[in-house]
């Protein structure tokens, strides 16, 4: 074991023992970030999925500094603001008909957890019995007890096993054998008239591995919970934003859920906000003068002004900035590195979904603990790019300012990577 580190600071999802050192971050502008002693790094994964118009994008910039010197922070249970209304109203015209109420929290896990709250507590005070949660296989949604419990179990959640709540499962639907996973949902919501909701990442399972599933299953997922009266949750905290092609993945198969979740790229990246939209039916079902029936769920932080006011920039941002336009370049350009790569058998599972883009490096031991992951990982960095391997999986999922040069050099280090196996 090496010596332990100086720092305090335990960080996520990072082994220390094996990383002892963390790279130090000292600023970033646009798809770049700069390293304290003055690297620059392309930042090919938009910090974890959230940044989409580019790091300290000046106008969000300008809207936190004017908000912050305002408003900082107020009780959002009985109070509202202006920030918080204008995301409210933003979101409500990016959506369909059919999401017309917006709960605000902190994080994508919390945007989960208020979803299955929502669905739970609807079917409670409409007073059916419902209360099961299908889910499918790989997903991810959070990393909080219930948030793990509708997710994939395995190395990431086994010491939490005895806590986390009893789920349905459908396969994952792999490519040609669509059905399968259609046929199991069929299966479950017939079994009986428990199922309060199917909750799903839209198009692409991200943490899952960048798996990718088409929009006519999904089509067809919606269809069936209709069909059996269950509630469909899109868990859109990845997808959105952009990632997938168009603002939200659910438009590509034309569905609306009943409930859906947003955050991640929902301040452009800038700071911790999420929200949870939902049908009026949802509404209604708390909307009583029995206080019992009172949604409760709060974070301290809930629609915390500076947030809002970046969001409510971001939203504006997609009104007036050619956002569409450099995601459909992006996605061009990913859909030609993916075919000058036709021939070339060090990869597999090459795949595409809007501005995401993911293969697979031909390896003995695939999978998340695969020994490829950090040997890519010191390599994208040496070559002065942030990306960071699923496993034997690599993708780029670049923040919508990224240059045709800042990408090439992303497909080159993956060519010269698959080299390191
Ligand atoms: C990241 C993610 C979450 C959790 O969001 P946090 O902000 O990290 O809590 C939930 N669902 C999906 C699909 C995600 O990608």
């Known amino acids: 074991m090496p010596s332990k580190k100086t720092s305090p600071i335990w960080h996520p999802f990072t082994q220390h023992a094996l990383f002892p050192e963390m790279t130090h971050i000292d600023r970033g502008e646009g798809a770049y970030l700069y390293t304290k002693d003055g690297k620059r790094?392309?930042?090919?994964?938009?910090?974890?999925?959230?940044?989409?118009?580019?790091?300290?994008?000046?106008?969000?910039q300008k809207a936190v500094q004017d908000q912050i010197a305002k408003l900082d922070?107020?009780?959002?249970?009985?109070?509202?603001?202006?920030?918080?209304?204008?995301?409210?109203?933003?979101l409500l015209n990016m959506t369909p008909d059919g999401l017309d109420y917006v709960f605000f929290s902190d994080s994508g896990s919390t945007a989960v957890e208020?979803?299955?709250?929502?669905?739970?507590?609807?079917?409670?005070?409409?007073?059916?019995?419902?209360?099961?949660?299908?889910?499918?296989?790989?997903?991810?949604?959070?990393?909080t007890i219930g948030t793990m419990s509708v997710g994939e179990r395995g190395v990431f959640n086994k010491p939490y096993d005895p806590l986390l709540f009893t789920v349905d499962s459908i396969p994952f639907p792999e490519k040609g054998s669509e059905q399968l996973t259609l046929d199991a949902l069929e299966k479950a919501l017939s079994a009986d008239d428990e199922t309060a909701a199917l909750i799903v990442e839209p198009l692409v399972l991200g943490a899952g591995g960048m798996l990718m599933y088409p929009a006519w299953v999904l089509k067809e997922m919606h269809a069936l919970c209709r069909k059996h009266g269950a509630?469909?949750?899109?868990?859109?905290?990845?997808?959105?934003?952009?990632?997938?092609?168009?603002?939200?993945a659910c438009e590509q198969a034309d569905v609306v859920p009943d409930i859906a979740c947003y955050s991640k790229g929902i301040?452009?990246?800038?700071?911790?906000?999420?929200?949870?939209?939902?049908?009026?039916?949802?509404?209604?079902?708390?909307y009583s003068e029995d206080r019992s029936k009172t949604f409760f769920h709060s974070?301290?932080?809930?629609?915390?002004?500076?947030?809002?006011?970046?969001?409510?920039?971001?939203l504006r941002i997609w009104q007036d900035e050619p956002v569409q336009q450099r995601i459909n370049f992006i996605a061009d350009s990913h859909r030609a590195f993916l075919k000058s790569l036709d021939d070339d058998d060090r990869f597999e599972n090459r795949r595409?979904?809007?501005?995401?883009?993911?293969?697979?490096?031909?390896?003995?031991?695939?999978?998340?603990?695969?020994?490829?992951?950090?040997?890519?990982?010191?390599?994208?960095?040496?070559?002065?790019?942030?990306?960071?391997?699923?496993?034997?999986?690599?993708?780029?999922?670049?923040?919508?300012?990224?240059?045709?040069?800042?990408?090439?050099?992303?497909?080159?280090?993956?060519?010269?990577?698959?080299?390191?196996?």
């Not at 922070?73 to 933003?90: K, L, N, S």
């Not at 409409?126 to 099961?132: C, P």
């Not at 509630?231 to 603002?247: H, K, S």
């Open 41 to 60: 790094l392309i930042d090919g994964i938009s910090s974890w999925w959230v940044t989409t118009h580019g790091h300290c994008h000046p106008r969000i």
């Open 73 to 90: 922070q107020v009780i959002f249970a009985g109070y509202t603001h202006d920030p918080a209304e204008a995301v409210a109203e933003g």
């Open 114 to 143: 208020v979803a299955l709250k929502m669905a739970l507590g609807y079917w409670h005070h409409v007073g059916s019995s419902r209360h099961k949660i299908i889910v499918m296989e790989h997903s991810y949604h959070g990393d």
């Open 231 to 248: 509630l469909f949750i899109a868990d859109e905290v990845m997808t959105g934003w952009g990632r997938t092609g168009t603002p939200f």
């Open 267 to 286: 301040t452009g990246g800038s700071l911790p906000l999420a929200v949870t939209l939902c049908h009026e039916k949802i509404f209604d079902a708390h």
């Open 299 to 314: 974070s301290s932080y809930t629609a915390n002004p500076v947030a809002c006011a970046a969001a409510a920039e971001n």
């Open 352 to 421: 595409q979904t809007g501005t995401i883009v993911a293969l697979d490096i031909k390896v003995k031991d695939e999978g998340y603990l695969s020994d490829i992951a950090p040997k890519l990982y010191r390599h994208f960095q040496e070559n002065g790019i942030l990306m960071r391997p699923l496993g034997n999986t690599v993708y780029i999922l670049p923040p919508y300012c990224v240059t045709e040069s800042d990408l090439n050099e992303m497909y080159d280090a993956i060519r010269s990577g698959a080299d390191l196996v």
